[in-house]
């Protein structure tokens, strides 16, 4: 038996602008690998296994076009600076998780947030106002109750004070309580397609991306179901494919000397 295998994303021809990378960081233990898993096949790991940085893939056919939306699951840790930045250099959409019940963690998602924001205007040459992505603050493990809390509701709402491109979503990605609703909420801040999120299309397996690559040379707009696929052997990019990404992504071209500065340094 021939085992099919997805085609390539240049035999798919996916646009830049329907190309985008989530990011996910926050502390150690809090949870970001049980939400990714969540949001790739709704399966929840009760064995924690510490993360050094996990690439996944999905792509998707949604009104007859195809997407690509890469997500980075990083590691709790610091242990390559250079690294870190690169992968907010190249981030559309971030999640920051912290955990309820653990207050260091809720003052971790506050640092990555302002390093995000310094991180980003170095890229576009712009204030920490103007650089500023979707980002969605996510407290995971509410299942645990308010015995346990840490953190206090007044202290989220004076964190996202002002700022309409950061929300807030408090889950338990253990009981899926809240998840898709979370998505759905940082999908629609980023203008990305609703059918993104788990509850809004099927999943399908890898046998149907010969459906997904006919489609992609279609080019129809088909009134359709929406589903997603996730690619197997997914491979993070190399840094120079990310530097590419990065070139693509950022507005006029003249600034790449300056945005590999901002990579390195």
């Known amino acids: ?29 809090v949870g970001k690998s049980a ?12 064995q924690y296994t510490p993360t050094i ?18 997500i980075l699951d990083t590691s709790g840790n610091h242990p390559f600076p250079a690294m870190r930045r690169l992968s907010i250099l190249t981030g559309d959409v971030f999640i920051l998780v912290f955990s309820l ?17 310094e991180t980003k205007s170095c890229l576009k040459n712009k204030t920490k106002e103007e650089a500023q992505v979707p980002l969605m603050i996510c407290g995971n493990k509410g299942d645990r109750g308010d015995f346990h809390r840490q953190v206090q509701r007044h202290e989220l709402e004076q964190l996202l004070a002002g700022d309409p491109q950061c929300a ?53 707009r088909l009134k359709e179901d929406a589903y997603g696929i996730v690619a197997p052997f997914a491979r993070r990019p190399s840094v120079h494919s990310d530097l590419m990404y990065i070139r693509e992504k950022a507005i006029g071209g003249g600034q790449a000397k300056d945005k590999e500065r901002c990579v390195i340094s």
Not at 35 to 46: A, K, N, P, Q, Y
């Open 1 to 29: 038996m021939i085992k099919k295998t997805c085609p390539s994303e240049p035999e798919l021809n996916i646009p830049a602008k329907n190309c985008y990378r989530m990011v996910i960081l926050g502390s150690s233990k």
């Open 101 to 117: 019940d653990n207050r260091d963690s809720f003052q971790e998602v506050q640092r990555l947030r302002r390093q995000i924001a």
């Open 168 to 220: 807030y979503c408090e889950i338990s990605a253990k009981k899926n309580s809240n998840v898709d609703a979370m998505f759905r909420a940082l999908f629609a801040m980023a203008k990305l397609p609703s059918e993104m999120s788990p509850d809004l299309h099927r999943r399908v397996s890898v046998q149907y991306c010969d459906l997904l690559y006919k489609k992609s040379l279609r080019g129809k």
């Open 53 to 70: 940085e996990d690439f996944h893939r999905k792509l998707y056919s949604i009104r007859g076009e195809v997407y690509q939306l890469d």
């Open 35 to 46: 939400i990714v898993s969540r949001f790739l096949s709704g399966r929840f790991e009760e």
